[in-house]
């Protein structure tokens, strides 16, 4: 089989089996269990708990141990059956320790997977930056189907949307097994410092100032990702108690809406190259940055009808470029401005930075700041204090990410990613 068709296949598996859940939990959550908010920032917060720990951890036994590809078939497996007892948990304590870990298991195949496809493409010389994105939109599409499927079952408030991501990440753990072989690309130098003898050289790069910055507002960034996810589906699922909106396409289909945000996702990470080789990493980021502005604002003043229906439909579009610019370009940024020796743990620092710390300060405070301030007496939610909150948020991130972080952008830097 075509290698870039099988890599196709993982990226579409990888993100299928995240996306038949991950927008729909909280209609689960709030809807059907009618568990509490500050309950479900915690439960949010397993993403970044375990993308904390496990994508550094798994991408050094990468670098150093284990082929990528056997690893990442087996974190799939134990996630699978790890989600295949979710539905059965009828405390919310209790879902959240098999929640965080399934999360042990799955976050850290989100960095190994983009380490398997720019190894197996570099090895085969192929233009990374040039071939990666079109791979990786398929990963995208992956998601749009898992969604729609969940919701055209009419499964986003039921239990099932957890056994559709097992079966399918079960598979996809078998799947890994018959890939290109991944082998462990750094061995231990006879005078090795004590960072090389434990596999965290990667944490050298914290030293460097570019760099540093870099991990350090990915992480700010990872925080807004996390709202989005959290909140978006529940907050369009709400407009259902007003009667004027309870039978309009936008509460019915909710999660179809929400993945225009996906469909825009593959149009933007076709764009990533061209982007970047012209304006650069920081530049890039700080479109996402704005984008992010634009995401929650347009929220804020949405509604199923009429021009708020368009500010919906907008918000959903500019979320493509939010997530791409952000995501994908750190991630190849990462890439090409590092040594080959590290570049899975560095991806491992990424997704730590972003889905881990990020995740998790986003779950946890967001929980809180909209329990504590944003929710009323009855249990509703105050959507358009909430989205404008957010909004200042990425906007103040976006005004400090311009000044602090500082980049000279080289067009050849993103084209050497051989070396």
């Known amino acids: 089989m075509n290698l870039k068709l099988r890599l196709t296949i993982l990226s579409f598996l990888q993100f299928f089996v995240w996306g038949a859940w991950l927008i729909t939990i909280g209609v689960y959550w709030f809807s059907t269990k009618q568990w509490g908010g500050s309950e479900f920032g915690a439960v949010f917060s397993t993403l970044g708990i375990s993308s904390i720990i496990m994508p550094a951890l798994t991408g050094i036994i990468a670098d150093r ?3 990528a590809e056997r690893l990442y078939g087996i974190l799939h497996i134990l996630y699978g059956i790890t989600l295949f007892f979710l539905p059965q948990v009828s405390d919310p304590n209790q879902f959240f320790w098999v929640m965080l870990i399934a999360m042990f298991f799955y976050m850290p195949t989100i960095s190994l997977s983009n380490s398997i496809a720019y190894y197996v493409l570099k090895n085969n010389d192929y233009d990374v930056v040039k071939v990666f994105p079109p791979i990786r939109v398929w990963g995208t599409i992956g998601f749009i189907v898992a969604m729609w499927i969940t919701n055209l079952t009419d499964n986003k408030d039921s239990g099932n949307q957890f056994y559709i991501a097992a079966l ?10 018959t890939l290109p072989k991944c082998p462990p690309q750094n061995t231990i130098p006879k005078n090795a410092t004590t960072l090389e003898k434990l596999g965290l050289n990667a944490l050298s790069l914290f030293g460097n100032g570019k760099m540093a910055m870099f991990f350090l507002f990915s992480m700010f960034l990872g925080a807004a990702l996390q709202l989005t996810n959290m909140y978006g589906d529940a907050f369009l699922s709400d407009f259902g108690k007003m ?5 309009s396409l936008v509460v019915k289909r909710s999660t179809l809406i929400m993945s225009i945000s996906q469909v825009s996702e593959t149009l933007f990470i076709l ?10 990493i920081k530049k890039v980021m700080l479109i996402s940055m704005f984008a992010w502005v634009l995401r929650f604002g347009f929220f804020a003043y949405g509604d199923p009808e009429g021009f708020g229906l368009i500010l919906i439909i907008l918000s959903c579009i500019v979320y493509g470029m939010a997530f791409d610019f952000f995501n994908i370009s750190g991630s190849l940024f990462v890439e090409t ?4 020796k590290i570049r899975s743990s560095a991806q491992g620092l990424f997704m730590m930075m972003t889905n881990g710390f990020g995740a998790m300060i986003g779950s946890l405070v967001s929980g809180w700041v909209i329990q504590n301030n944003f929710t009323l007496p009855n249990g509703d939610k105050m959507w358009h204090e909430i989205w404008l909150y957010f909004a200042a948020y990425a906007l103040i991130i976006a ?5 602090f972080f500082k980049h000279k952008h080289d067009p050849k830097e993103v084209v050497n990613v051989n070396h």
């Open 243 to 247: 009667p004027q909106y309870a039978d």
């Open 399 to 403: 005004v400090l990410f311009a000044i």
């Open 65 to 67: 141990w284990m082929n």
């Open 337 to 340: 401005n590092t040594d080959f």
């Open 168 to 177: 399918f990440a079960i598979l996809l753990g078998i799947y890994a097994f």
């Open 271 to 280: 764009a990533i190259p061209f982007f970047l080789k012209k304006f650069g």
